[in-house]
């Protein structure tokens, strides 16, 4: 979860051994298990299965209704560096019951919530799927004992663990250890290490006992439910999830030490504020799967009336699957097509970065954007679905390659002025994608604004008639293109201006105050 929250496998894949037969047979009743527990839930008025599993907002815009009323929890935790106008409460219909919601209505960019990790990953993690090292890193840390009664609330909780009492949410928690305890069968020695080293430098459970086997697998199970690329946070985990989040996180930076999540809709007052778990806008069939096998809860195979009609393909809604996902499937093709050219792009990028006068990058850059421009054509055509969600990574991707091409300093004039007009040609369907799936105030949409704007100026100032024959919709004279310059340039404006970048000031005066 550019970021982002991925327990069970952002980091990659572990290294160690593939487990034995009868340990993948114990591992797929455990799984059969947990769906049927899933499918057990309560249907909200949608049919959309809801589970109590950490940070689930049902696929049915859950996010967008108000809780009626609300009963709210205060865990032990030290405050974060600024929070905003949002309570933590433990009476949702999902989640596990907790999560954050508005105080009062908000506004897109509203700042609501800044905070530091209380502990990065070890080296030996970056890039991999957490192990057994970082508990072990976690007890090596200087607040070590504070730190592990902290967590003693992440989801699943101590309490939770401890006290299972037969109830369906009990069950999952027991069955989610099940699973874990498999995956580490062969690593006991490396357990009852962690726990001696526990005991050598004093470290207790709150209630004053040791930490037993139990503890270490629950603590990794938590690490990797709520942990996020950039480290281990408190308040960030109790975003619920959401499909079409509410809310957007941006990872701290070398000069950014925070986390820091905003709104990006207009929020009424006791509504869940939201995020997404996952890093990039995939179909409903991915996020199903890749849910589950991260999160374990399951989105349903519905889709909610808001998305329904941005994932049809070919006027059908594909099929979906938590056990499986269909490699062949035209989305799942374009998915995989998307990441391996956003690699490329990326590589490109930096390479570009080193040697900005080496032309053979450059000649990459430009097949690059034909390959892109390609990819646009070819999704479109397989989707059947001018409006279908994935159009935003193709054509953002497409988009970024165009910028990238104009770094050129010995881009000819002529050969700029196609690019400008194939980015035109471009920016202007990812806007309308892209407002029907964020909302018209999302921050994605002031970059693409921008880039359609001084593609336009510069085409209006180099050859106006160009942009007649581009031949866009309800364009057909040289001032409905300026026209549309001067739109897309406010909007540019207007959306920069609900994201100040202020985020450092406030958490000064909150420290401060």
Known sequence: MEEEDDPFGMFGEDDSSS??????????????????TANQKTRNGNGILSTPSKGVVSVADTSSRSISSVCEWSP???????????KLVKSLPYGGGRGYIAERDLEPGTLVLLEEPIVAWPTEQLGRKLTLISVLHILRHSNAQALIHQLEHYHPTKRAVDE??????????????????????????????????????????????????TDVIRLLLCLRYNGLESGLYLHVAM????DQPNCVKFLPTPEKKYSEVRTTRVIRAREPLTISYLPSIVSHASRRFHLWEQHRFDIGANVSPQLYEMELVG?????????????????????????EMVELYTETSEQIKGNPNNSELWDSCKALEQSSLQLCSEALDQLQNNHHLLLIACLQLHLDSCDLVQRDPCLPSSQRLSLLCRLILTAHPLLAVQERF?????FELASTHLDLAQALEEVLSLSPKQLLLLQLDGLSSVGAYAALEYKSRKEFERIKSLYPHDAEKIAGHSQNG
């Open 164 to 213: 299972g009492n037969g109830d369906s949410d009990h069950i999952q928690v027991a069955n989610m250890m099940a699973v874990l305890r498999q995956d580490n069968s062969e690593k006991e020695n490396e357990i009852l290490e962690i726990i001696q080293y526990a005991s050598l430098k004093g470290i207790l459970n709150r209630d004053r006992s040791d930490l037993s086997c």
């Open 315 to 339: 006027f059908q809604l594909p099929l979906s699957s938590i056990k499986e996902l269909d490699d062949d499937a035209v989305t799942s093709r374009i998915e995989r097509t998307v990441a």
């Open 438 to 442: 964020h909302g018209p105030d999302h």
């Open 19 to 36: 487990d034995s037969d009868m340990a993948e047979n114990e591992r797929s009743r455990i799984s059969r298990s947990m769906v049927e």
């Open 76 to 86: 032990p935790w030290p405050k974060p560096v600024y929070l905003g106008p949002m």
């Open 239 to 242: 975003l619920n999830h959401a």
